[in-house]
């Protein structure tokens, strides 16, 4: 009985340190949302369908006098897929053991998709943009942030559409015991579902001039649904320390 126990204690306890990181991180990744949203939102595109104004046409040589102004939004963006991994993986810790089958296929999600994101945005940073400084522009439109039917884009959406993925199985891993969980797991469920079926239909309406249409909208519902479920697993975590210090 003593082992056993002992064993419940731990497992309390251990419980109690993934719901306290589990809140810190919940609670950095909704400000760095946040933030992603207001420099993206102050950075104006300058190719693509919704460009208005100063905007450069293929091979993007142009792009070297919007530097660094237009690269500021890839860093909080990084940070912010970075972010959901832990929390993926906090959540996983912190679920009902018969729903961690679910957890751990975000988490797995989510990885991908953040290694995904993460190279193609710093690859942005650190290949493109020096080389465009160094005149060393042979080959580069094909990578460039500012081709709207380039790798850049390509790699982003999926990336992106990974992380709606995880969206999906996180929602599922939540057991839904009271209103605010239940309200979580809808939340991520429906911005996950939404993801693939904007997807979906803007493909069969745009085809081949999909461009830069479906990474603001995946963008939108990503970081809206990060910010979201990130405040409110917040507040979960918390009531479960409370719970605990009672």
């Excluded at 070297?64 to 890839?74: E, G, K, M, Q, S």
């Excluded at 081709?147 to 850049?152: E, K, R, V």
């Excluded at 605010?180 to 939404?194: D, M, Y």
């Amino acid at each position: 009985m003593v082992p056993k126990a002992k064993e419940m204690t731990a497992a309390v306890r251990g419980r109690e340190t993934v719901a306290r990181l589990g809140f810190w991180v919940s609670m950095l990744t909704a400000a760095v949302a946040v933030v992603a949203f207001a420099v993206g939102f102050m950075t104006p595109p300058h190719s693509g369908p919704f460009c208005t104004a100063s905007c450069i046409a293929y091979p993007y040589n142009g792009a070297v006098a919007f530097f660094p102004r237009d690269y500021l939004w890839i860093f909080p963006g990084m940070l912010l897929v970075c972010l959901f991994v832990v929390l993926c993986i906090c959540v996983d810790f912190w679920v009902e053991i018969e729903k961690r089958i679910f957890s751990r296929i975000a988490v797995a999600a989510a990885t991908a998709a953040a290694t995904l994101v993460a190279l193609d945005y710093f690859i942005q940073f650190e290949v493109f943009q020096p080389s465009l400084l160094k005149g060393e522009s042979d080959g580069l439109a094909f990578f460039s942030q500012y081709n709207p039917h380039g790798a850049f884009i390509a790699m982003e959406d999926l990336g992106y559409l990974g992380m709606s993925a995880a969206f999906i199985f996180l929602g599922v891993s939540l057991s839904g015991r009271n209103g605010l969980e239940k309200a979580t797991r809808w939340v991520l469920a429906i911005s996950g579902a939404l993801g693939f079926v904007t997807f979906i239909g803007m493909s069969a309406v745009f085809g081949n001039n999909l461009e830069t249409r479906f990474e603001l909208a995946i963008i939108t519902i990503v970081w809206t649904a990060v910010a979201v479920a990130a405040v409110m697993l917040a507040i979960l975590f918390r009531r479960s320390l409370r719970r605990a210090a009672d």
